[in-house]
């Protein structure tokens, strides 16, 4: 398989397990309707472990432009295969949210709030600051780039220090857990462009029942603000732990 349609492949996978469970927690008449946060971070940390066990050994499973173009700052991935990376993620985030919006098709006539229809999509800020969702979403990704260098790491991924290759998805998937549990609070954590930019486009496109605006102007900084925490991460863990 092409490692460009295995990144779309596994970042179709993570929209549609990640939007899918927000689109149970928040849209009217589902099964887990209300269900609350808990259940989203947890449905997104899977949605990742579940992508990232799909198409890792082919692509290396970046499924996020934030992680690609951190592993390009440092030279660990070849930057001709960035552009193809990039688009191939973005379209598979979209594919991913059209599949979320066929699985609820009766739900969104049957919810009234707008802004939980966008919800399901993309993120929103709790309190919208620019600068400081700009800093969030930062924080997040930054946390997120680095912890995915250190779990990947070849050291601590070989078995004779104690690690088993396999769970290394699954601990990126709890990274993501973690990361919503206790950063995702004011932004939404969107710690991915493509995860926020893909599905925003699906809304905007797509003949979702009832639906509102995409809320183009808060956009760039769930784009902006983890591709800059993505490659500072990158940067800094490069100098703090050289590659072994």
């Not at 710690?191 to 808060?218: E, M, Q, T």
């Amino acid at each position: 398989m092409s490692p460009y349609l295995a990144e779309f492949l596994g970042t179709m996978i993570l929209i549609l397990l990640g939007d899918g469970v927000v689109a149970n927690v928040c849209l009217s008449k589902t099964k887990g309707n209300n269900s609350g946060w808990i259940v989203v971070t947890a449905g997104w940390g899977l949605a990742v472990a579940m992508g990232v066990y799909c198409v890792g050994w082919i692509s290396g499973a970046h499924l996020n432009p934030a992680v690609t173009l951190g592993l390009a700052s440092i030279g660990a991935i070849d930057g001709g295969y960035v552009p193809g990376y990039l688009v191939s993620q973005l379209c598979g985030a979209f594919a991913g949210a059209a599949l979320v919006w066929l699985a609820y098709l009766p739900h969104w006539e049957a919810t009234e709030d707008k802004g939980s229809k966008l919800g399901v999509f993309c993120t929103a800020p709790a309190i919208r600051n620019p600068v400081a969702n700009l800093v969030s979403e930062f924080i997040g990704t930054f946390l997120l780039v680095l912890g995915v260098l250190a779990i990947l790491r070849p050291d601590n991924l070989n078995p004779d220090a104690g690690w088993d290759t396999g769970l290394g998805p699954l601990l990126v998937g709890l990274l993501v857990f973690a990361i919503g549990l206790s950063l995702g609070g004011p932004t939404g954590y969107a710690i991915n462009p493509a995860r926020d930019l893909g599905p925003r486009i699906a809304h905007f496109l797509l003949p979702v029942s009832g639906k509102g605006d995409s809320d183009w102007s808060y956009a760039w900084i769930p784009v902006v603000g983890p591709c800059l925490g993505g490659v500072a991460a990158a940067l800094f863990y490069n100098a703090a732990w050289p590659p072994v």
